[in-house]
Structure formats: structure tokens, C-alpha cells
T-cell receptor, first 112, second 113 residues
Framework: QKEVEQNSGPLSVPEGAIASLNCTYS??????FFWYRQYSGKSPELIMS????GDKEDGRFTAQLNKASQYVSLLIRDSQPSDSATYLC????????????FGKGTTLSVSS | EPEVTQTPSHQVTQMGQEVILRCVPI?????FYWYRQILGQKVEFLVS????????KSEIFDDQFSVERPDGSNFTLKIRSTKLEDSAMYFC???????????FGPGTRLTVL
């Protein structure tokens, strides 16, 4: 059974701080990794994708991947109250298909 | 920017009734998906569809579920005889290429009474 694990939180950070979100996955054959943001009652919104070991930066967001440790993380710099949401880690094992396996998500709360 | 659209936004039905949830994927996308999210739980994969056939399905996607692409734009999920436990948000998603970045529609909230 392929699993994606995340701390449910809530993770509370003050405005302007760095928020660090973590995710581990069980399928060593996983190839593609995604971070989605989900506001309450809304659909998942793609923030970042990462496919190779190392860091990938996009604006205030940095995704980090370590396949040896089966670990993905998302850093949000200069956190804003509008970043308050649930962040979903999703993994795709291309060897098994294209379906995304989601973690339960980490709830982030940014206080002003 | 193109978006995935879904209708209706909210569907209320009686247990045992059939429902059809509709999606219009992004126009040049080739892979289509249905996911569901029971309140307070994680997003779960139901089925993927490519080249006019199911390419993958989960254990949740049993005989009461079916999918169809009746024309060049719509993608539907049918639940033949709804159960209370089918109450959830149903999301359609699509993507175009091997990058696998899936884009989600706004969802349909299904309430089974």
C-alpha cells in the first residue's frame, strides 16, 4: 500500500516567517512530487512540482526532494496570512500509473 | 487561463438514486481523472481515463461507478445507486503531458440523504 505521510498540524507561524512543511512517502519507485494548496471548501491548487533531487524555487516557495530519504518538503518564505491553508503533498509513481496519492495535508496558520 | 470546470457545484440526492457529475477538462489535455474527498479526509483517487478508456482505477471505483466521455469536451462520472458513504467532494482533474501536473476543477459536493 503506497502511503504519503504529513504532519496534520496546525503549523502556526507569524507573518514574515519561514514555514516548513514536510512529507514522506513509502514507494521508493515514485517519480513525481507535487505540492498543492487547499483552502477550506475549495479544490487543490497546484503550487509546485519537483522531479529530481535537490531544490526548486518559485517565488516565495522552495520545494526540496531527497529520494534516498523518501522525503519532500516545501518552504514558504515571508509567510503571509493569505498563505493560511492546508498544504497537500502528492506523489505519482509513474511505474504504476499516473494517479496521484495524497497525504492528509498540513494545516498552516499565519498570524498577522 | 484555461480551467477545469465542473457541474453542478452541489448535488443533493436520495440514497439509491443515480447521479451524474460533469466535468469539462482543459481543452488540450489528454488525461482525465476523478478524485473524491470525504469531509475531513484526504483526497483519494478514483479513476483515470485516457484515449477513451479507463487506464487505471482504485478499489473505491467499483461496479456502481462508471465514467464516460460522451463528446469532445465533457467527462462524466456516474454513480448508479448512491449510498450514504458516497457523500463527498468529487474533483475532476486533467493534464496534458508527461510532466504529470494535474489541474483540478472546483469540485461537486455530493450529499446523499
Amino acid at each position: 500500500q503506497k502511503e504519503v505521510e504529513q504532519n496534520s498540524g496546525p503549523l502556526s507561524v507569524p507573518e514574515g516567517a519561514i514555514a516548513s512543511l514536510n512529507c514522506t512517502y513509502s514507494d521508493r519507485g515514485s517519480q513525481s512530487f507535487f505540492w498543492y494548496r487547499q483552502y477550506s471548501g475549495k479544490s487543490p491548487e497546484l503550487i509546485m512540482s519537483i522531479y529530481s533531487n535537490g531544490d526548486k524555487e518559485d517565488g516565495r516557495f522552495t520545494a526540496q526532494l531527497n529520494k534516498a530519504s523518501q522525503y519532500v518538503s516545501l518552504l514558504i518564505r515571508d509567510s503571509q496570512p493569505s498563505d493560511s491553508a492546508t498544504y497537500l503533498c502528492a506523489v505519482n509513481s509513474n511505474q504504476a500509473g499516473t494517479a496521484l496519492i495524497f497525504g492528509k495535508g498540513t494545516t498552516l496558520s499565519v498570524s498577522s | 487561463e484555461p480551467e477545469v470546470t465542473q457541474t453542478p457545484s452541489h448535488q443533493v440526492t436520495q440514497m439509491g438514486q443515480e447521479v451524474i457529475l460533469r466535468c469539462v477538462p482543459i481543452s488540450n489535455h489528454l488525461y482525465f481523472y476523478w478524485y473524491r474527498q470525504i469531509l475531513g479526509q484526504k483526497v483519494e483517487f478514483l479513476v483515470s481515463f485516457y484515449n477513451n478508456e479507463i487506464s487505471e482505477k482504485s478499489e473505491i471505483f467499483d461496479d456502481q461507478f462508471s465514467v464516460e466521455r460522451p463528446d469532445g469536451s465533457n467527462f462524466t462520472l456516474k454513480i448508479r445507486s448512491t449510498k450514504l458513504e458516497d457523500s463527498a467532494m468529487y474533483f475532476c482533474a486533467s493534464y496534458r503531458d508527461a510532466l504529470g501536473e494535474q489541474f483540478f476543477g472546483p469540485g461537486t459536493r455530493l450529499t446523499v440523504l
